[in-house]
């Protein structure tokens, strides 16, 4: 589970980078580490409510199921708006803008 977890969407962002330093990419993207945290977090929630429940509740392996389906289709939507990063920014010509400023001096 851990491989799913961590080494998944570090490959992924390694990937995107690369594209984006092509200059391809320039629309808004998923953030890897925040997608990583959300999926932490309702691993480690899961993990909670089976322990507690399991020894009182039958079946709660499918109960717990059915919650993690229905969290990301109620908050997935609404999170999603947070969990998105602008693209990169533009390298900035040290030398262009040097100019621009002895330009700005003279006037």
């Known amino acids: 589970m851990a491989v799913l977890l961590l ?4 490959v992924v962002h390694l990937i995107r980078n690369r594209v984006s330093t092509r200059g391809r990419h320039v629309k808004p993207r998923l953030s890897m580490p925040r997608l990583a ?3 932490a977090i309702l691993v ?3 993990i909670v409510q089976t322990l507690l429940l ?3 509740v039958p ?4 109960l717990i199921g059915v919650e993690i389906a229905l969290a990301i289709a109620i908050a997935g939507p609404a999170l999603h708006r947070r969990m998105l990063v602008g693209p990169p920014a533009a390298p900035v010509d040290t030398a262009d803008s040097s ?7 003279s006037r």
């Open 37 to 39: 945290l959300a999926k």
């Open 99 to 105: 100019r621009r400023s002895n330009t700005d001096k």
């Open 54 to 56: 399991e020894t009182t």
């Open 44 to 46: 480690a929630l899961a």
């Open 59 to 62: 079946g709660t392996r499918y």
């Open 7 to 10: 080494v998944g969407p570090a």
